[in-house]
């Protein structure tokens, strides 16, 4: 481990600590938060996801970022998923709910509300379910393709603001890894039981954590580019 790693947790933790031990600052962040839900998503994943993928790229090579990376094309692009993120979650759960209940389980809007539950967890388990199903793999397939993009583009911010060769890119996409690895494996044993935690949470702090997933997905696409080389 480099002086750079010990620099980096270091940063991360006095963050950390912020919130933590300044109520203050917590109380702000519960404010604004509320009253500016999508600007702060949009953030929290321009900022959470971005480090994820700088430790992915630090496994990869050795490197928090070098040139051709893109470090400002790939925080927009995770600042746009953002505000698809918080989207998604409000939809899913209201919607998923809502057929929760017309299947006929009529409390499941008061269990997601009540204390920890086994019924809560099942709702929360489900609300996961349908969004990683239905939004995940989009969300995901998305990302891919402008991640190519901004690497075919030398990373620079000039070259993100050129048109997407959308048939192209899908092409170069290796679909064993996308669907073996991505797909198949950390949807249903990571990011649906991840999720689940997610909707146990207050709904504040729900997007917010799920940008800290961001970072996990930054080592899981390392571990994929690893396996695919």
């Keep these: 481990m480099r002086k750079i ?19 203050e600052i917590n109380n702000v962040y519960k404010t604004y938060n509320a009253e500016h ?19 992915g790229l630090r496994i990869r090579t050795g490197y928090y970022n070098k040139p051709g990376f893109g470090l400002i094309p790939r925080a927009l692009v995770w600042g746009l998923i953002g505000l698809t993120i918080k989207m998604a979650f ?14 006929g389980m009529h409390n499941a809007t008061g269990l997601l509300n009540e204390s920890l539950s086994w019924g809560k967890i099942f709702v929360a388990f489900c609300i996961s379910s349908t ?9 995901m397939t998305f990302h891919k393709i402008t991640d190519m993009h901004i690497v075919n583009n030398g990373g620079t911010i000039a070259g993100f603001f050129r048109p997407l060769k959308m048939g192209e890119l899908m092409e170069q ?13 950390t949807i249903p044993l990571f990011w649906i039981p ?8 207050p709904a504040d702090y729900r997007v917010l954590f799920a940008a800290i997933l961001g970072i996990v997905l930054g080592v899981l696409l390392a571990i994929a580019a690893l396996k695919k080389s």
Aim: aromatic share 20%; no cysteine; net charge positive.
């Design 5 to 23: 790693d010990f620099l980096t947790i270091l940063i991360v933790g006095a963050l950390v600590s912020l919130f933590i031990f300044i109520p």
């Design 37 to 55: 839900g999508m600007i702060m998503s949009f953030f929290k994943f321009a900022i959470l996801a971005t480090f994820g993928e700088m430790i």
């Design 90 to 103: 409000t939809i899913f759960n209201t919607g998923t709910i809502q057929f929760l209940e017309y299947l």
């Design 131 to 139: 969004l990683n199903i239905i939004y995940a793999p989009v969300m």
């Design 173 to 185: 996409i290796n679909w064993k890894v996308q669907w073996n690895f991505v797909f198949k494996k």
């Design 194 to 201: 991840a999720h689940t935690i997610t909707f146990l949470l």
